[in-house]
């Protein structure tokens, strides 16, 4: 009898043990899909976040870019490229009707690219309107030290003031043929503002737009 009931309660025993190691397996497997479900979307949110992030930079990025590049086209560069100083040498009277148009001949001592001597020799015609204003035209060759030339063609506008300065502004093209320091004038337009006082002392200044 008491064999029997030892036998029995080492059974119940083995049981007890049984369900308690079967529960313990169950509910770890339960833990961890339970965390399995939490981790992921959490992960995933991150990389959706995190590649939200990346394309929002990139995009930044890319706009900056293009505002930059627009605002370097709105806003070119302008260079000097030309001065000079120099005298009226010779003048005299073209035409009288219906408006007078005086042609005017002088030299100058020129700079180009700010570090190449030059002399400048050019012959412009002017015409005076009866409010005081100008029309003028011009043609002129530019000789470096070293050598080299361009040539050079004009029109601009212009006025005159009660001190007997004349002052013009307008457009500049040039050609040449020279390979050397001046052949990226070849081609090329600037705009120039040039005055000559009741002395007959002139100076100009030519500009050049890069985008």
Not at 26 to 44: K, R, S
Not at 77 to 101: A, D, F, S
Not at 141 to 154: D, F, H, N, R
Request: charged content about 15%; hydrophobic content about 35%; glycine content about 8%.
């Amino acid at each position: 009898m008491k064999r029997n009931l030892s036998n029995i309660c080492r059974i119940t025993q083995s049981k007890t043990q049984f369900y308690i190691g079967l529960s313990v397996v169950i509910l770890t497997i339960v833990g961890i899909n339970i965390c399995e479900n939490i981790v992921d979307p959490v992960f995933a949110q991150t990389d959706n976040t995190n590649l939200t992030s990346l394309s929002n930079n990139n995009t930044n990025t890319t706009l900056a870019m293009d505002q930059q590049q627009e605002s370097s086209n709105l806003h070119p560069q302008v260079v000097l490229i030309m001065e000079e100083e120099g005298k009226i040498t010779n003048q005299r009277v073209l035409e009288v009707h219906p408006h007078p148009v005086i042609e005017s001949t002088f030299v100058a001592n020129q700079t180009i690219f700010g570090d190449i001597p030059a002399h400048n020799l050019g012959t412009y015609w002017a015409t005076i309107y009866p409010n005081g204003s100008l029309h003028g035209e011009g043609h002129g060759i530019s000789t470096t030290t070293g050598g080299e030339m361009v040539t050079w063609t004009a029109e601009g506008v212009g006025n005159t003031n009660p001190e007997g300065t004349v002052r013009f502004e307008g457009s500049l093209f040039f050609n040449t043929s020279s390979k050397g320091d001046l052949a990226s004038l070849n081609n090329k337009a600037g705009f120039f503002d040039y005055e000559v006082d009741s002395e007959g002392n002139t100076s100009d200044s030519v500009w050049e737009i890069r985008q």
